[in-house]
T-cell receptor, first 112, second 113 residues
Framework: EPEVTQTPSHQVTQMGQEVILRCVPI?????FYWYRQILGQKVEFLVS????????KSEIFDDQFSVERPDGSNFTLKIRSTKLEDSAMYFC??????????FGPGTRLLVL | EDQVTQSPEALRLQEGESSSLNCSYT??????LFWYRQDPGKGPEFLFT???AGEEKEKERLKATLTKKESFLHITAPKPEDSATYLC??????????????FGKGTHLIIQP
């Protein structure tokens, strides 16, 4: 069964550094998403992406964040200058034309 | 603002003891309500999508139902492997492509053998 994959599974970085989180959505899916989950808190929507552009973003997704689909398979989330409060699990999700979003296993980001 | 409230926050059951998890929601126009299962340190695993009041879906020991204000996840004769956090999320109708999910905090379910 096709799955969303994410790399790396864990990332440790210093405050102020740039990080890029990578995702390979399910093949033939058209809509792509990033969510985050701070430890012990609920899953929060960051951004959705369709047809090579952002279709929706939350208040969390400020100028420090950017997304890109550099080729036909990868979908990336970049955080330009990480802060301590960016420490969280970051989930990528994708969906076909239907409504259901399928999530990847996540990248645990720790900012020191 | 869309809101999702799940109760209880935590639930401990004996193996075989059936129960229900609640998800109350407030949304401007419901496009879909979703149930996911999340194991520790893992991503949400899709269980069900419900679209309209009165709809029901079943999968093994789980059954999800939907009304205009809430959804229930019924678990019948649970087994220890059903232990997980169960997440409820809603998607609202907002323009054309807006479709970020709003999640509740989840119900942490423990099934004791």
């Amino acid at each position: 069964e096709p799955e969303v994959t994410q790399t790396p599974s864990h990332q440790v970085t210093q405050m102020g550094q740039e990080v890029i989180l990578r995702c390979v959505p399910i093949s033939n899916h058209l809509y792509f998403y990033w969510y985050r989950q701070i430890l012990g808190q609920k899953v929060e929507f960051l951004v959705s992406f369709y047809n090579n552009e952002i279709s929706e973003k939350s208040e969390i997704f400020d100028d420090q964040f950017s997304v890109e689909r550099p080729d036909g398979s990868n979908f990336t989330l970049k955080i330009r200058s990480t802060k301590l409060e960016d420490s969280a699990m970051y989930f990528c999700a994708s969906r076909p034309g239907g409504e259901t979003q399928y999530f990847g296993p996540g990248t645990r980001l720790l900012v020191l | 603002e869309d809101q999702v409230t799940q109760s209880p926050e935590a639930l401990r059951l004996q193996e075989g003891e059936s129960s229900s998890l609640n998800c109350s929601y407030t949304v401007s126009g419901l496009r879909g309500l979703f149930w996911y299962r999340q194991d520790p340190g893992k991503g949400p695993e899709f269980l069900f999508t419900l679209y309209s009041a009165g709809e029901e879906k079943e999968k093994e020991r789980l059954k999800a139902t939907l009304t205009k204000k809430e959804s229930f996840l019924h678990i019948t004769a649970p087994k220890p492997e059903d232990s997980a956090t169960y997440l409820c999320a809603v998607q609202a109708y907002v323009g054309g492509g807006a479709d970020g999910l709003t999640f509740g905090k989840g119900t942490h379910l423990i099934i004791q053998p």
